[in-house]
């Protein structure tokens, strides 16, 4: 069974950073995305970044390019968000995720940048 655990959420001031991770178990893909998702009050699930883990190839969403680092520490079986010159509009719910032809998703973790 696949579960993923999240990490690394808190309430930080605009211009800050946070680090979040979220380490996976029970993975039975030979390869597939692990990434991030973010969901703000009132509005839908977005894409943040994902890394393919075999190739570590990165994308990002372009509200947060130049932003945020997405980065996999294969020993681990884990991924982190390097978030830096946050901004009250990143505020949100973050997600992990792995999809490896079927997706699955983490419990969430609470961003909140205060301005």
């Known amino acids: 069974q696949v579960q993923l655990a999240e990490s690394g959420g808190g309430l930080v001031q605009a211009g800050g950073s946070l680090r979040l991770s979220c380490a996976a178990s029970?993975?039975?893909?030979?390869?597939?995305?692990m990434g991030w998702f973010r969901q703000a009050p009132g509005k839908e699930r977005e894409f943040v970044a994902r890394?393919?883990?075999?190739?570590?190839?990165?994308y990002y969403a372009d509200s947060v390019k130049g932003r945020f680092t997405i980065s996999r520490d294969n020993a681990k079986n884990a991924v982190y968000l390097q978030m830096n010159s946050l901004k009250p509009e990143d505020t949100a719910v973050y997600y992990c995720?792995?999809?490896?032809?079927?997706?699955?998703w983490g419990q969430g973790t609470q961003v909140t940048v205060s301005s």
């Open positions: 029970g993975l039975i893909f030979s390869n597939y995305y």
């Open positions: 890394i393919i883990w075999r190739s570590g190839n990165t």
């Open positions: 995720y792995v999809d490896g032809g079927s997706v699955y």
